[in-house]
């Protein structure tokens, strides 16, 4: 079992990076139970996560330097495969994904969300999911590579297609 120590940083799934704030026992059932309390001050909250269990819920350690390195190559190198036909079956598959908090899966959220973007533009909803997987990787690499979140981002972030016919800048070079 892998223990955690107070303040290390951690990311639990769906609600990314996180802290171990304290270990504290409750009793439940009768039961005398060992906690981690997790503080994610993005979203301003806290969980408890049972110390017993908190490897099977996903709790796990922030990803080493060759781990982000292998993540933004996936990123950069990744070829998308098209959606579902089913959008219900999509969105399943996609939060199913999201609750694994494996950064490679999660990666592949944003390969895919990015490239549609950029194709045809997303829903609300596609949206949405970009801008928390985003989150939750732009938000990890920082801490795992020791650099500020908009240096995190620029690690991620595809460059923007350059536009095809720029007659803006020809009318202002004549």
Known sequence: METFQLGEKVIYPQFGLGTIAEVTEKRVNGTSLSFYRLEFPIKQMEILVPVQRARENGLRKVMTHQEVDDLIDCISSSNQVSKPQQWHRWRKKTLAQLKTGDPLEIGKIYCYLQ???????????ERKILLQVERLLISEIAVAKQVSEQEAQKLITPPKNKPKNNTRARKVAN
Not at 115 to 125: A, D, F
């Open 115 to 125: 490239s549609l973007e950029q194709k045809k533009g997303l829903s609300y909803t």
